[in-house]
């Protein structure tokens, strides 16, 4: 089974990409992150057509998650248990930055858009960290109910993980994604059992999955390592390979994102 997971930055505006990327990479499954539309507002008649059952979850034209499987879609759930409200005031809410279903072989599939945490400053900074920690939480319930459970977290983290995850660390010592409280929380789903399966065979420096659309950062290589594909000790042994398409960030109309696609054998 080969699963895919990508912040389209609008499906509404780039469905055509999509639809080619399922078409020549063979993908079963794809996680959208940034789908930036409530579900009625999708024509998804193109992606039934190419055989792809659509779970999508967006409140307004911010955010949003979305699941695309040709190989089964059960049991989905929209809501990550624990996430926190934003505005942190009577009218918080949910976001939508969390969707998750079975496919295939009973693998349970998360789609998440992590907060990005703005500014160091800045209450969302708060925010981002305890979303991460319902996150780990929901991790490692799902691990202590059952120590083999196929639970796959994929997407948009907001996180660069190590220095050699962003172009050049002096640029961001003063910003988010890279600070300490990040990193930690990032590495507590880590060691809450769900590893990053795709590192190995793509270790850095110079490996990115997001590269801003300011500044000719994409042709001058100057981007960030913030997409992630993170399985648990079940998944992590039925993975057979891994890529990131960095072409899909070429050409006009690219999302800022690149797909990250893993193929998993259980």
Do not use: C
């Not at 929209?78 to 009577?90: A, F, H, K």
């Not at 994929?154 to 660069?160: L, Q």
């Not at 962003?166 to 961001?172: I, K, P, T």
């Amino acid at each position: 089974m080969r699963i895919a997971t990508w912040n389209i930055n609008s499906l509404r505006a780039r469905m055509d990409r999509v639809l080619a990327f399922l078409e020549r990479h063979d993908v079963d499954v794809l996680a959208l992150q940034e789908i930036k539309a409530k579900p009625p507002q999708l024509d998804l008649a193109a992606l039934e057509q190419a055989g792809y059952e659509v779970a999508a979850h967006g409140l307004n034209q911010w955010n949003g998650v979305a699941l695309l499987s040709r190989v089964g879609l059960a049991d989905v759930r929209t809501e990550l248990p624990g996430v926190p409200t934003w505005p942190q005031d009577e009218t918080g809410v949910v976001e939508a930055r969390a969707l998750s279903g079975v496919v295939g072989d009973g693998l349970r599939i998360w789609s998440l858009y992590v907060p990005n945490g703005r500014e160091l400053e800045h209450p969302h900074y708060g925010y981002k960290l305890r979303w991460l920690e319902a996150l780990r939480a929901e991790g490692a319930r799902e691990l202590a109910e059952s120590a083999q459970s196929r639970t796959a977290f994929v997407g948009d983290f907001n996180v660069a993980p190590f220095d050699e995850d962003v172009w050049d660390m002096e640029f961001f010592a003063d910003k988010t994604h890279v600070t300490p409280p990040e990193r930690a929380a990032f590495q507590a789903v880590v060691e809450a059992g769900y590893a990053d399966v795709v590192r190995p065979d793509h270790p850095g420096p110079g490996v990115y999955t997001y590269w801003d659309y300011q500044k000719l950062r994409f042709p001058k290589k100057e981007g960030m390592r913030i997409d992630f594909v993170l399985g648990s000790p079940a998944v992590q042994s039925a993975v057979t390979g891994s890529f990131i398409d960095r072409e899909e960030r070429k050409g006009k109309g690219a999302s800022d994102h690149a797909p990250v696609v893993v193929d998993l054998e259980f």
